[in-house]
């Protein structure tokens, strides 16, 4: 545990209610900026935001469709990178709330991971982001005990849910895989979305940071 976290106290920010700074009645990156010295008197030495990041918005911002963007709504990646700035000058620590668990229908990966496979002399042709998520292998079966939905994409397979239909599960494999289409959490696939130290920098490098 980094030793700032002993004593950090936490102010948490939803952005669309937050603060308006423009005038169209969501709050805006600007806002916190404004109110960072607020803040700071109120005690508060970390801020941590709820997901900013580009987003249709089906389920709050919760439904992340680009990580390295930020929504239209909010502001730009520079106004980000002013925040952290300005925030870092004060003394204030940002924490940003990921989600890790599902991204948005609309994201590009779920675009790419819904499109259908074909089959070469026995031999699925999956893409890059064929098993970036949960799916099984035939659009009628189901999957026990989780939500999931079918009939969405080309591909032949239902995908498993987390909370909305609007969310597709990411796919972090399974500790004692029981069907055929589950991988364990040590094959390479779902690998790909363990990346965390990876991801958050890339993520981070597109505000500036």
């Known amino acids: 545990m980094p030793g700032w976290l002993k004593n950090a106290v936490f102010y948490e920010i939803y952005p669309q209610s937050f603060y308006d700074t423009n005038d169209d009645g969501i709050g805006d990156i600007g806002g916190i900026i404004e109110k960072l010295d607020y803040i700071k008197d109120l005690g508060a ?63 590009e990966w779920f675009k790419e991971s819904g499109k259908a496979i074909p089959v070469v002399d026995g031999v699925p042709q999956k893409n890059e982001h064929s098993d970036r998520y949960i799916w099984t292998e035939y659009w009628l079966s189901g999957i026990g005990g989780h939500p ?24 972090y494999g399974f500790a004692a895989p029981t069907e055929s289409w589950q991988m364990s959490y040590k094959d390479p696939e779902p690998q790909k979305n363990t990346g965390t130290y990876d991801g958050c920098y890339e993520i981070l490098a597109k505000y500036g940071m």
């Open 45 to 107: 030495n970390a801020l941590w935001i709820n997901p900013w990041y580009d987003s249709p918005f089906k389920d709050a911002g919760y439904d992340v469709r680009d990580y390295k963007k930020v929504a239209s709504r909010y502001g730009t990646n520079e106004d980000a990178k002013r925040l952290f700035e300005t925030a870092h000058k004060k003394g204030i620590r940002v924490l940003l709330d990921l989600v890790p668990g599902h991204t948005s229908e609309e994201h």
């Open 148 to 171: 999931y939905i079918s009939g969405e994409c080309d591909r032949n397979g239902v995908y498993m849910l987390n909370f909305f239909k609007s969310q597709p599960a990411l796919n």
